[in-house]
């Protein structure tokens, strides 16, 4: 008799136990489904960003000015090639300002930045920088804020090279 009455008690439990572990088994899915989703997007918006840098023609031929520029500057007598215009740098740097945004929402890996394009964003930077293009930019209109996660992100790496170099130089010390 005692017993009955407890299972009379108990059989509604048993169903709303079975029925929490079902919404809670729904809720890991769709949480481990939304997290796979996640990862993916994060690849194939940095494998797109990757893709425009090398294969778009414009973006090569920019990225090469570039690059001989960041090689060749600092040694004397040197003489710029062929110049980069205006309208082929504002599409770049609307390409690296695109690609510091998606890494400040957290949609690119930053290590995949640091790793791949790294070089590529810190030359430009530096471009921009020696160029003073930047410093224009906000003296046009000093409340906007042109390039400005760009420049943030660029700096952030700077801060990864030289935390690099300083964990090199004590690895690569002597011991005493």
Not at 17 to 38: K, M, T
Not at 52 to 59: A, V
Not at 143 to 172: H, I, N, P, V
Request: glycine content about 4%; proline content about 2%; aromatic content about 16%.
């Amino acid at each position: 008799m005692i017993i009955d009455i407890f299972q009379r008690i108990l059989a509604p439990l048993a169903q709303v136990d079975r029925a929490l572990v079902f919404v809670v088994g729904l809720l890991a899915g769709a949480f481990v489904q939304y997290w796979r989703e996640r990862i993916w997007f994060k690849i194939e918006a940095f494998e797109r960003f990757r893709r425009e840098l090398s294969e778009k023609p414009d973006f090569v031929a920019i990225k090469r000015k570039i690059q001989d520029w960041a090689n060749h500057h600092e040694y004397e007598g040197y003489i710029e090639g062929a110049a980069i215009t205006y309208h082929e740098l504002q599409a770049y740097l609307d390409l690296m300002e695109q690609i510091a945004i998606y890494q400040k929402w957290g949609l690119v890996h930053f290590r995949l930045l640091d790793e791949i394009l790294g070089d590529d964003l810190m030359d430009c930077y530096d471009y921009c920088a020696d160029h003073h293009i930047l410093e224009a930019y906000e003296s046009m209109d000093p409340s906007a804020d042109y390039y400005g996660y760009f420049a943030r992100l660029a700096q952030k790496l700077e801060r990864c090279e030289k935390r690099r170099q300083r964990m090199y130089s004590l690895l690569t010390r002597p011991w005493r």
